[in-house]
């Protein structure tokens, strides 16, 4: 039975990793859409306040599949392998914009555009993996037989785009708790259509997975059957309500109602699949690990669980209420006092100065992401006792090449006073 726990425990973290990280995916994926950078910088501070912890329930899911549930890892894995890299490497990129526009004093547009672009890569990506399992991986005795473009199928296509649209549903309820103003007001307006997408996605998607899906959907069962039906009824009804708070008060009701759809929208997802995990035929009992390893794994993930969840809670906690903007800002600085207070308007984010030339900053850009691949390369020739790609020599003048852009790097920012605490407090 232990097997079973572990299978409880990667649908807890992915269902947890689905509510807390597909809402700031989809406000990242709403930032394309908006031309006005004073509110798509406050979209980056919202998220900058609690990305890193949402996104650590992937991560737990990860693990236990490692350790718990090794046939679904040895199949999955291989089987995703080109979406699931692509997913990792946006993830990356969208944790360093947001960390990079935070820091700035003004909005960067390139940070700016490789947030909302990094975010709607990895939501398709994860679509693209959701999809191809659900699809059903060629696989023989808990290994992956098929070739590299399995997961490329129409239905995989489908559900990437039905992801899109259920992330985009959970930004904007998350946005019409968080904000204020034209933004509220924007989510607000966004919200009943959004819903519409989700259930269209939801019926098609429901739909479509007889097909795609190569084993029969046992819903002849009745306890099946009505596990599914309550599941359906339940997201009907949250999603009602959602419909009904999008432009109302209280402002937490639709995200608390999109989040009820989404975890019943998992159950019945679970109500006509279990215990197949991985289509054709790969069980929870067959994909399990040794009774060691399960108790071993359970009392670990166990332990972490609570502590990932006390944190996000008190990180909700902490940044409860609506966002609210500093009271002053650089662009005051050189303002009269009182000149702010007295207009009535609230601060305006200056655009930050340029990096220089189109043409470097192009260059410079292109060169981080060959040191990014570089890195990579480091890692597995090193760290794997592989050595193809480069020896202890190109090591050394790999990691010296870094120390220098490194030591570089701190003294421009030292130049330009980036260091000096005190200018920046006042």
Not at 120 to 130: E, F, N, P
Not at 168 to 188: I, N
Not at 261 to 270: F, I, Q
Not at 289 to 310: A, D, E, K, N, R
Request: aromatic letters at 10%.
């Amino acid at each position: 039975m232990l097997e079973y726990t572990s299978y409880a425990l990667v649908l807890f973290a992915l269902g947890a990793y689905v509510l807390l990280d597909g809402y700031d995916l989809g406000i990242g994926i709403l930032s394309l859409f908006d031309r006005d950078d004073r509110r798509r910088k406050e979209y980056n501070e919202l998220i900058a306040t609690a990305w890193d912890a949402n996104e650590s329930w992937i991560v737990l899911a990860g693990v236990v599949l490692w350790a718990g549930l090794p046939g679904v890892y040895a199949t999955v894995l291989p089987g995703v392998y080109l979406p699931l890299i692509l997913m990792l490497l946006a993830i990356v990129l969208r944790g360093t914009a947001i960390e990079l526009q935070s820091a700035a004093s003004g909005y960067r547009r390139g940070w700016g555009l490789v947030f909302g672009l990094a975010s709607l890569v990895a939501t398709l990506c994860q679509g693209l993996v959701i999809g191809a399992v659900l699809s059903g991986l060629p696989h023989r005795g808990g290994v992956f037989t098929g070739g590299t473009w399995d997961w490329l199928t129409p239905y995989s296509v489908l559900c990437a785009l039905g992801l899109v649209a259920v992330y985009l549903l959970a930004g904007a309820a998350w946005l019409q708790d968080k904000t204020t103003g034209t933004a509220h007001a924007w989510a607000g307006r966004l919200g009943r259509p959004l819903i519409l997408a989700v259930a269209v996605a939801g019926l098609v998607l429901g739909s479509g997975l007889r097909l795609a899906d190569p084993q029969p959907l046992r819903l002849d069962q009745p306890l099946r059957a009505s596990l599914f039906g309550l599941a359906v009824a339940v997201a009907v009804v949250c999603a009602a309500i959602a419909w009904y708070g999008f432009g109302r008060r209280p402002d937490w009701r639709p995200f608390a109602a999109v989040a009820g759809t989404e975890a019943a929208g998992l159950l019945a997802l679970v109500a006509v699949t279990a215990p197949v995990v991985v289509p054709p035929g790969l069980t929870v009992h067959a994909a399990a690990g040794p009774h060691g390893s399960q108790l071993f794994l359970l009392i670990g993930v166990g332990g972490c669980m609570p502590v990932v969840l006390t944190y996000n809670i008190y990180a909700w906690w902490v940044f409860r209420g609506k966002f609210a903007r500093p009271p002053a800002t650089t662009a005051e600085a050189g303002r009269p006092s009182g000149t702010a207070a007295a207009s009535g308007q609230p601060a305006a984010v200056v655009p930050a100065a340029g990096d220089g030339p189109w043409a470097v900053v192009v260059a410079r850009r292109v060169l981080l992401t060959l040191l990014a691949v570089g890195v990579a390369a480091v890692s597995q020739d090193v760290f794997g006792g592989v050595r193809v790609w480069i020896g202890p020599v190109g090591v050394f003048v790999f990691a010296s090449t870094a120390l220098a852009v490194w030591i570089r790097s701190d003294r421009r920012s030292a130049a330009v006073g980036e260091f000096d605490l005190q200018a920046a407090e006042q």
